[in-house]
């Protein structure tokens, strides 16, 4: 038994699975990784290879907090790049572990990039996605302050939750595009991420 258990030890990581390591090949022919691009804030999606289920990610809803312009929305796990020598790729290892306690250098692996893009409330931040293989299902142990709840979701079943949706901001009612998952709707930011990457991984809107 102590010779079984050590052998289990000395196992390398489990490796990506072969859907995520082709998705790894796609993206290196899309968007070479580098963190030369000058970013105000990045996000992370998480893919994990559910067997039998396919491609899921992780979503967070934000906490409820007077004065965020995203308090109470469905978002990815991520945040700002603290100014100075902070990298966005540091930025993001950083924020990942403070919102939902994933190590990313323990768990996964770097794909790829999406385009940058600009919150609808804040158009003058570039907002970096970055795609990561996650090589386990990891424990999610959510942040403290930041993050109310979190869900995973199943990327091919998005297509079929698609719909246009009434939100309000700032008192005034707005209908938008968007995912509606488990009673939740995910638009803006999030949203354009998402129906970005779905192409890529041949998932038809």
């Given at each position: 038994?102590?010779?079984?258990?050590?052998?289990?030890?000395?196992?390398?990581?489990?490796?990506?699975?072969?859907?995520?390591?082709?998705?790894?090949?796609?993206?290196?022919?899309?968007?070479?990784?580098?963190?030369?691009?000058?970013?105000?804030?990045?996000?992370?999606?998480?893919?994990?290879?559910?067997?039998?289920?396919?491609?899921?990610?992780?979503?967070?809803?934000?906490?409820?907090?007077?004065?965020?312009?995203?308090?109470?929305?469905?978002?990815?796990?991520?945040?700002?790049?603290?100014?100075?020598?902070?990298?966005?790729?540091?930025?993001?290892?950083r924020?990942?572990?403070?919102?939902?306690g994933?190590?990313?250098?323990?768990?996964?692996t770097?794909?790829?990039?999406?385009?940058?893009?600009?919150?609808?409330?804040?158009?003058?931040?570039?907002?970096?996605?970055?795609?990561?293989?996650?090589?386990?299902?990891?424990?999610?142990?959510?942040?403290?302050?930041?993050?109310?709840?979190?869900?995973?979701?199943?990327?091919?079943?998005?297509?079929?939750k698609?719909?246009?949706?009434?939100?309000?901001?700032?008192?005034?009612?707005?209908?938008?595009?968007?995912?509606?998952?488990?009673?939740?709707?995910?638009?803006?930011?999030?949203?354009?991420?998402?129906?970005?990457?779905?192409?890529?991984?041949?998932?038809?809107?």
């Amino acid at each position: 038994m102590k010779q079984h258990l050590l052998c289990a030890r000395l196992l390398p990581n489990p490796a990506l699975s072969s859907n995520l390591l082709h998705l790894g090949d796609k993206f290196a022919a899309i968007n070479p990784l580098n963190d030369s691009d000058h970013v105000e804030a990045v996000v992370a999606i998480l893919l994990w290879d559910e067997p039998g289920r396919g491609l899921e990610t992780l979503l967070v809803q934000r906490a409820e907090r007077e004065g965020d312009p995203w308090s109470g929305q469905i978002g990815l796990p991520g945040g700002r790049v603290k100014q100075g020598d902070e990298t966005a790729r540091a930025a993001l290892h950083r924020e990942v572990e403070e919102e939902v306690g994933i190590k990313l250098e323990e768990v996964s692996t770097e794909l790829g990039k999406l385009s940058v893009g600009h919150p609808m409330r804040r158009t003058g931040m570039r907002v970096q996605p970055w795609v990561y293989g996650l090589r386990i299902k990891p424990a999610v142990n959510i942040g403290p302050t930041e993050i109310a709840d979190s869900f995973w979701v199943n990327l091919a079943e998005l297509p079929s939750k698609k719909k246009v949706s009434e939100i309000t901001i700032r008192n005034e009612p707005w209908r938008v595009e968007s995912f509606v998952v488990e009673g939740k709707i995910v638009w803006g930011f999030t949203y354009r991420v998402l129906t970005e990457l779905l192409p890529i991984l041949e998932i038809s809107l």
